[in-house]
């Protein structure tokens, strides 16, 4: 059974158009995010979420903007899409365990904008 | 603000040997948590370990182990008996309680496994 699932795995558009990449998580757990891979492979927290409401909006501009209509659901929606919005996104969720916290991955949104 | 560095972009290991990933990060905060991944050239991100800062052991899962250095404030990954399919982008990370438990990231090390 897939842990975080993420569609589509890829998604080629061209720069003005407005997309959304979808999240869903199958563990239960409380929080959720986004992070950004640029080409570089540095990855960077965007939002994080909690029991459906946003409790960090990294600085990210305002053309991205997340939706979480459930505990098991994030989404991420793009507007006015631009050559630089163009890397991985990863959605992610994390759960306390009795050794720590663990926070898994989905397989990655590679978004290619033109 | 919290830093994590990877210093070794690229790593070369000979199949079946062990191999150390350096991790050094910076805080004041006495309490978070410290993470590494692997991310395979098909793109995911995968879990491989966790070590929590009050943690009096070294975390290990199999042939990964965590070489926790409070004071120094290096938490190594050492990979043992390396096989080929190890070959990837390794990731250190941390993140701490009280936040969203977001995680920052270090620039990563390619290993790559010689056979």
């Known amino acids: 059974d897939t842990a975080v699932s993420q569609t589509p795995k890829y998604l080629v558009t061209q720069m003005g158009n407005d997309k959304s990449i979808k999240c869903e998580q199958n563990?239960?757990?409380?929080?959720m995010y986004w992070y950004k891979q640029d080409s570089k492979k540095f990855l960077k927290i965007m939002f994080s979420y909690n029991n459906k409401e946003l409790i960090i909006n990294e600085t990210v501009p305002n053309r991205f903007s997340p939706k979480s209509p459930d505990k098991a659901h994030l989404n991420l929606h793009i507007n006015s899409l631009e050559l630089g919005d163009s890397a991985v996104y990863f959605c992610a969720s994390t759960i306390r365990t009795g050794g720590g916290y663990e926070q898994y991955f989905g397989p990655g949104t590679r978004l290619t904008v033109t | 603000a919290q830093k994590i560095t990877q210093t070794q972009p690229g790593m070369f290991v000979q199949e079946k040997e062990a191999v150390t990933l350096d991790c050094t990060y910076d805080t004041s905060d006495p309490s978070y948590g410290l993470f590494w991944y692997k991310q395979p050239s098909s793109g995911e991100m995968i879990f491989l370990i966790y070590?929590?800062?009050?943690?009096?052991q070294n975390a290990t899962e199999g042939r990964y182990s965590l070489n926790f250095q409070k004071a120094r404030k290096s938490a190594n990954l050492v990979i043992s008996a390396s096989q080929l399919g190890d070959s990837a982008m390794y990731f250190c990370a941390m993140n701490f309680p009280g936040s969203a438990r977001q995680l920052t990231f270090g620039s990563g090390t390619q290993l790559t496994v010689l056979p």
């Open positions: 070590q929590g800062s009050y943690d009096q």
């Open positions: 563990l239960g757990h409380d929080t």
